[in-house]
T-cell receptor
Framework: DTEVTQTPKHLVMGMTNKKSLKCEQH?????MYWYKQKAKKPPELMFV???????INESVPSRFSPECPNSSLLNLHLHALQPEDSALYLC????????????FGNGTRLTVT | QQQVKQSPQSLIVQKGGISIINCAYE??????FPWYQQFPGKGPALLIA?????SEKKEGRFTISFNKSAKQFSLHIMDSQPGDSATYFC????????????FGTGTRLTVIP
């Protein structure tokens, strides 16, 4: 089991739905990340939060909206997604923005119908 | 442009054999090189990592060899076991204010009994 917990594990949503992915870590880490992973591909960086502030947005479409309510929690709000957004969404954390390593959760398997 | 190149794409090894996965990079600003192991339906788990001032690091059956001048690094799995069957990703970290982890394309390892 990882120390980064993601919920839900699986999510099926329609293109008009609004849903949220949640990520939690209690390691005292101050950097948190969202990655997207398509089948048989490496993870791709979406967002980085450093000390609860968004520091990197890798040109992600606005239908993905990240939120960091506090240092332990990270959300990804989803709205008007497309079928091609179906993927494994991974959350990760690191002790600080400039210290490795990154620890990953087990992800949320998202299917957009 | 792929920042980290990884080979082979897939690898089949007999139980007890040595598995070798290779990676190469161009950006000399990378300063941390982790390997992640990913099982189906799970997130990437940190396996072993190395910094460029070290040429080799060993943890149990897993060894990273690092050649800074050639900008190459490799993972060696000694005495490979069926439980090692997974996808392995090399990665390189760029620490410029916020961690930015660049993944290789992955190697699917199958260890046959």
């Amino acid at each position: 089991d990882t120390e980064v917990t993601q919920t839900p594990k699986h999510l099926v949503m329609g293109m008009t739905n609004k849903k949220s992915l949640k990520c939690e870590q209690h390691m005292g880490h101050r950097a948190m990340y969202w990655y997207k992973q398509k089948a048989k591909k490496p993870p791709e960086l979406m967002f980085v939060y450093s000390y609860e502030k968004l520091s990197i947005n890798e040109s992600v479409p606005s239908r993905f909206s990240p939120e960091c309510p506090n240092s332990s929690l990270l959300n990804l709000h989803l709205h008007a997604l497309q079928p091609e957004d179906s993927a494994l969404y991974l959350c990760a954390s690191s002790q600080s923005p400039d210290r490795a390593p990154l620890h990953f959760g087990n992800g949320t398997r998202l299917t957009v119908t | 442009q792929q920042q980290v190149k990884q080979s082979p794409q897939s690898l089949i090894v007999q139980k007890g054999g040595i598995s070798i996965i290779n990676c190469a990079y161009e950006n000399t600003a990378f300063d941390y090189f982790p390997w992640y192991q990913q099982f189906p339906g799970k997130g990437p788990a940190l396996l072993i990592a190395i910094r460029p001032d070290v040429s080799e690091k060993k943890e149990g059956r897993f060894t990273i060899s690092f050649n800074k001048s050639a900008k190459q690094f490799s993972l060696h799995i000694m005495d490979s076991q069926p439980g090692d069957s997974a996808t392995y990703f090399c990665a390189a970290l760029l620490q410029t204010g916020a961690n930015n982890l660049f993944f290789g394309t992955g190697t699917r390892l199958t260890v046959i009994p």
